[in-house]
């Protein structure tokens, strides 16, 4: 009788422990959910990004700027050109956290109106790839230069929007310079990135030898991974330990310039105590340092887009969907068919 109650009491608890990590599951995998149902009637409003929904142009000046600074020297789409500062941990808590704990509920105020603000949004993008502020640029005309593409495959990422993000990193590969892809004088290298709950290296830089073609083919044969996670910072730290510290970057190599191209909805759920610290460690790398953009996409706030970018940069742009994105990749594509060299 003894042994019968101990073993029904087991039996109950084993049930119990199992329905625990059942629920515990299950809130996990629809926590993105839940924060995107959150900021669905927040404003688009970003307070230092370009937004498509509040300039005039929409993604036309993002798209120019953007690829006048990579290799140029232009003011970013608020008119500023600072390099960005390290985020000071309040500041970025209150962002990551909200000042009501873990549940994120941002505002974005309104843009002020700036004459240095572009008519076109595409613009700013291209003006700003490849400077870094109003003195000379490390990344100005550098004859070799190494893409990062690090792609959002968190569950808030619907299957057709991750299908147009795919799209649209295709589109930009062909855009940037140099022409020729390979790890020599006047070529490129490319890697793509994807996060969610995990992270890896879905294509290294040695892909990109084969050739454009041959990289976009496995850019557009990626799989969704559908993440029940967002781990932003597990992802900038991935790109400084596992793609640029590793054989095949040319990071210290002081003719070659490094660009970190995020591409996400913007709400880091896990592990996001870390992301100024690594966005900060990612920006100083190597003797030129990395240019860190932020493409926020749809509600992406604004701040942890900035915290990525470095407060007070011009490098952190707001798309109001991927449909949007793309569209802003093909602006940008036709700004490089526009140079003398075909590249932006």
């Avoid at 590969?173 to 020729?180: D, E, G, H, I, W």
């Avoid at 510290?245 to 040319?250: A, I």
């Avoid at 896990?270 to 030129?288: F, H, I, T, V």
Wanted: charged share 20%; net charge positive; aromatic share 6%.
């Amino acid at each position: 009788m003894l042994y019968s109650s101990i073993s029904a009491r087991l039996t109950m608890f084993r049930v119990i422990c199992i329905a625990f990590f059942v629920v515990s599951a299950f809130a996990l995998e629809n926590d993105d959910v839940l924060r995107d149902r959150l900021v669905e009637n927040v404003s688009r409003a970003r307070r230092v990004v370009c937004n498509t929904a509040t300039l005039p142009g929409g993604v036309n000046a993002a798209a120019s700027k953007f690829a006048a600074v990579l290799g140029k020297r232009q003011v970013g789409c608020v008119g500023t050109t600072g390099t960005g500062t390290s985020a000071g941990s309040s500041w970025a808590d209150s962002c990551v956290y909200g000042s009501g704990g873990g549940i994120i509920k941002p505002i974005y105020p309104g843009i002020p109106t700036n004459p240095l603000i572009p008519n076109s949004m595409t613009n700013s993008f291209t003006g700003i790839l490849g400077k870094r502020g109003a003195d000379p640029s490390p990344f100005k005309n550098k004859p070799k230069r190494d893409y990062v593409f690090v792609l959002d495959t968190s569950g808030s990422v619907s299957m057709d929007s991750f299908e147009r993000a795919k799209e649209g990193v295709a589109i930009l590969t062909k855009s940037f310079c140099p022409v020729t892809m390979g790890n020599g004088m006047e070529e490129k290298q490319v890697a793509v990135v994807l996060f969610g709950n995990t992270v890896e290296t879905a294509i290294p830089f040695s892909t990109s030898h084969d050739g454009t073609d041959a990289l976009n083919s496995k850019i557009i044969a990626l799989n969704h991974r559908r993440g029940s996670a967002t781990a932003t910072a597990e992802a900038l730290r991935h790109v400084r330990q596992r793609v640029l510290s590793q054989p095949g970057s040319r990071l210290n190599d002081t003719d070659a310039s490094t660009h970190v191209i995020v591409i996400t909805d913007g709400r880091c759920n896990r592990g996001c105590q870390s992301l100024a610290d690594e966005a900060d460690k990612l920006r100083k790398m190597g003797p030129n340092g990395v240019q860190l953009f932020a493409l926020g996409v749809d509600n992406a706030r604004a701040c942890e887009l900035e915290i990525i970018t470095g407060k007070g940069s011009d490098m952190a742009f707001g798309l109001n969907d991927f449909t949007e994105f793309e569209k802003f990749a093909t602006a940008v594509r036709d700004q490089a068919e526009n140079q003398n060299s075909g590249c932006i």
